[in-house]
């Protein structure tokens, strides 16, 4: 089973400019998330996507960062114009759809990340 | 809000030894707790996940120690290996709904020959 797919890698831009990261779930999972990872600190969510709708956008700035899930599988997410305190690795993740209650968690699976710095 | 805390953030182990990790929590809603090793370069990969309505989970070397009371769980890794060298998050959700995890800082292990 092929994992989560993010590209590209790594990214280097100057503040003000624009960036866009790319993520591609495992097939079938419904559910994708994006966090951001900033260095010493664990992950932070910034936006939960059900499907290609969001589900949680409560810790995405929404001045400079924009999300979307086309057609449900892939995403893009994109921050504009890009400040210093955003050098972080952005990772995405996803899991299968959600169970019933008491039948336990799904497992969220993770791509390796974008690690992104502003200068 | 630091809704899981952490400790330590750093922690080096000999060969053979054992690792522990702990985490406190506040909101008493939360009733899912996985941990996650996350190698460099790599994402998060869960590790093992413990729910409250048991005290204790072990799978292989690793174990969970879950206390209810004290909102407060930990991860215990035993005879630890050079391989184990990874930095270890603890992690919270609820049931229910879409099941946003909330993660604590992380502790970075590293396990000496």
């Known amino acids: 089973e092929a994992g989560v797919a993010q590209s590209p890698r790594y990214k280097i831009i100057e503040k003000r400019q624009s960036v866009a990261f790319w993520c591609n779930p495992i097939?079938?999972?419904?559910?994708l998330y994006w966090y951001q990872q900033i260095l010493g600190q664990g992950p932070k969510l910034l936006i939960q996507f059900q499907n290609n709708g969001v589900v949680d956008d409560s810790q995405l700035p929404k001045d400079r960062f924009s999300a979307e899930r086309l057609k449900g599988v892939d995403s893009t997410l994109k921050i504009q114009p890009a400040k210093l305190e955003d050098s972080a690795v952005y990772l995405c993740a996803s899991s299968s759809p959600p169970l019933p209650l008491g039948q336990g968690k799904e497992t969220q699976y993770f791509g390796p990340g974008t690690r992104l710095l502003v200068l | 809000q630091q809704q899981v805390k952490q400790s330590p953030q750093s922690l080096i182990v000999q060969k053979g030894g054992i690792s522990i990790i702990n985490c406190a929590y506040e909101?008493?809603?939360?009733?899912?707790f996985p941990w996650y090793q996350q190698f460099p370069g790599k994402g998060p990969a869960l590790l093992i996940a413990i729910r409250p309505d048991v005290s204790e989970k072990k799978e292989g070397r690793f174990t969970i120690s879950f206390n209810k009371s004290a909102k407060q769980f930990s991860l215990h890794i035993m005879d630890s290996q050079p391989g184990d060298s990874a930095t270890y998050f603890c992690?919270?959700?609820?049931?229910?709904?879409?099941?946003?995890?909330?993660f604590g800082i992380g502790t970075k292990l590293q396990v000496i020959p």
């Open positions: 992690a919270a959700s609820m049931e229910g709904g879409y099941q946003k995890v909330t």
């Open positions: 909101n008493t809603a939360f009733d899912y």
């Open positions: 097939s079938g999972h419904a559910t």
